[in-house]
């Protein structure tokens, strides 16, 4: 999973120093969870084993085109391509969800 910043709503935690469009983080996606009760029910929560920052200026207009959704599925290998990530050479950490975490919007 890669995450592009797309900060468009008031609402939304923005980090000051990604500019928008900006990739910023690459995840090995380890499964989905359906959520079954409270204001997420309905929705899968994405899991990960493993994780790594990164920054490519642009990612999202590399990849996407206007219009798209915030959530699509793309091949790996030519998303990683087309943004020259070599995952090999990446610092990967351990992803350890906090005890008690919970979606939070």
């Known amino acids: 999973m890669i995450a592009c910043k797309n900060y468009t709503k008031d609402w939304a935690v923005s980090e000051k120093n990604i500019p928008q469009g900006t990739a910023f983080f690459i995840a090995k996606v380890a499964g989905f969870q359906k959520m079954l009760d409270g204001q997420y029910e309905g929705r899968y929560l994405i899991t990960f084993s493993e994780y790594a920052e990164i ?36 610092a990967w950490k351990s992803f350890i969800p906090a005890e008690n975490a919970s979606p939070q919007r």
């Open 55 to 90: 920054r490519i200026p642009k990612a999202w207009q590399k990849i996407c085109v206007r219009g798209l959704p915030a959530a699509r599925y793309f091949n790996t290998n030519d998303v990683l391509a087309d943004l020259a990530i070599e995952p090999s050479k990446l």
